[in-house]
């Protein structure tokens, strides 16, 4: 059994599974939410994981494209690329999963309804524009892309955190 205290908070986890999904890249480029991590700030917007992971796959392309000057084979592709790529893809194969498990949903008793809903439990967050609130600076200047664990998140607010 889960304790209560270690266990994420609910609201944000509903935020997280709304997006996630998401069958469309978030427009705007997502939800702005600023989270309190183990006394660490982090700012950003909220994407879907397989948009988070399809464009990790293209920073890492152009990461590649920067070193060598010229596009990679598709079989000489960056093992990272090739992974998130691969993550991006099964994850969207979840989401369809997931939509036709709502769809037959009631059909089934609110006992394997909710059993359901817990073995589907959302572990993680994806920002993009990630930025870390540090000393009064917010870094990096252009932001990140952030993946967190929702059962490490203290607090969250609403809107993303600017310079003044």
């Not at 978030?26 to 700012?43: A, D, K, N, Q």
């Not at 879907?48 to 890492?60: D, G, I, L, S």
């Not at 769809?103 to 439990?121: K, N």
């Not at 920002?127 to 892309?145: M, Y």
Request: a negative charge.
């Amino acid at each position: 059994m889960t304790n209560q205290l270690s266990a994420p908070d609910k609201a944000l986890e509903i935020l997280v599974s709304l997006a996630n999904g998401q069958t469309k890249p978030s427009p705007e480029g997502g939800f702005g939410v600023t989270l309190h991590v183990r006394g660490s700030v982090v700012t950003g917007r909220l994407v879907p994981n397989w948009q988070w992971m399809e464009e990790v796959a293209e920073k890492m392309q152009a990461a590649y494209l920067e070193l060598e000057g010229e596009a990679p084979e598709p079989d000489a592709r960056l093992g990272e690329t090739v992974l998130f790529d691969h993550l991006a893809t099964e994850m969207k194969e979840m989401q369809a999963a997931d939509k036709k498990l709502r769809a037959v949903a009631d059909q089934l008793s609110d006992e394997q309804v909710r059993g359901a809903a817990q073995a589907q439990q959302i572990a993680f967050i994806h920002l993009v524009d990630a930025r870390f609130i540090s000393g009064g600076q917010i870094i990096p200047e252009a932001g990140a892309h952030w993946r967190g664990r929702l059962a490490e998140i203290d607090g969250w607010s609403p809107g993303n955190l600017k310079r003044s």
